[in-house]
T-cell receptor, first 116, second 114 residues
Framework: AQKITQTQPGMFVQEKEAVTLDCTYD???????LFWYKQPSSGEMIFLIY??????QNATEGRYSLNFQKARKSANLVISASQLGDSAMYFC?????????????FGTGTKLQVIP | NAGVTQTPKFQVLKTGQSMTLQCAQD?????MSWYRQDPGMGLRLIHY???????DQGEVPNGYNVSRSTTEDFPLRLLSAAPSQTSVYFC?????????????FGPGTRLTVT
């Protein structure tokens, strides 16, 4: 069964608008971490934001926030005031301990394109 | 700190050849891992290591070999390259591999097998 699901292969957003990238996850481990990474066309993986399973508040990092809904097992990334430089692939990932050591599982990604 | 370094950046192999992708980190991280990235499939875990001398298989280990003799280095060996191994390979490291430990990625190696 897929542990991380990103259902939006591609998204468009107007510059300066907000956009939400969806991510749902599946784990039976009570302790886990959720991450979002950005991959621009140059190829490097850039860490954006982290949410722990026991965190009471949603994580925020500048224009990025993570809408964490534990009961629904969703961890959506919200980018406010989109910029042209936000055009990239975005990956949701989860680190959990099910099955032994805490491996990281990635979703298939969402390609975001910001329109001027 | 250089962070996570990978060599080479690009490589072309013929089917059946072997090679080693190098990965090194200077952050004293215990946890290191190798991923491959294919179009539409995200990153898939090949092998990982939780410390020197300890390695384990990930989701797609067939055709790859790893060892971890030092904390700093985690090379990935392709035993007999196949066209299906054409991919972008990323090495990553994190402090201990706990739930909240962020992974730091290398720049990637683009491998083509003809």
């Amino acid at each position: 069964a897929q542990k991380i699901t990103q259902t939006q292969p591609g998204m468009f957003v107007q510059e300066k608008e907000a956009v939400t990238l969806d991510c749902t996850y599946d784990t039976s481990d009570p302790s886990y971490g959720l991450f979002w990474y950005k991959q621009p066309s140059s190829g490097e993986m850039i860490f954006l934001i982290y949410q722990g399973s026991y965190d009471q508040q949603n994580a925020t990092e500048g224009r990025y926030s993570l809408n964490f809904q534990k009961a629904r097992k969703s961890a959506n990334l919200v980018i406010s005031a989109s910029q042209l430089g936000d055009s990239a692939m975005y990956f949701c990932a989860m680190r959990d301990g099910s099955g032994g050591y805490q491996k990281v599982t990635f979703g298939t990604g969402t390609k975001l394109q910001v329109i001027p | 700190n250089a962070g996570v370094t990978q060599t080479p950046k690009f490589q072309v192999l013929k089917t059946g050849q072997s090679m080693t992708l190098q990965c090194a980190q200077d952050m004293n991280h215990e946890y290191m891992s190798w991923y491959r990235q294919d179009p539409g499939m995200g990153l898939r875990l090949i092998h990982y290591s939780v410390g020197a001398g300890i390695t384990d298989q990930g989701e797609v280990p067939n055709g790859y070999n790893v060892s971890r003799s030092t904390t700093e280095d985690f090379p990935l060996r392709l035993l007999s390259a196949a066209p299906s191994q054409t991919s972008v390979y990323f090495c990553a490291s994190s402090y201990l591999g706990l739930a909240g430990d962020e992974q730091y990625f290398g720049p990637g190696t683009r491998l083509t097998v003809t």
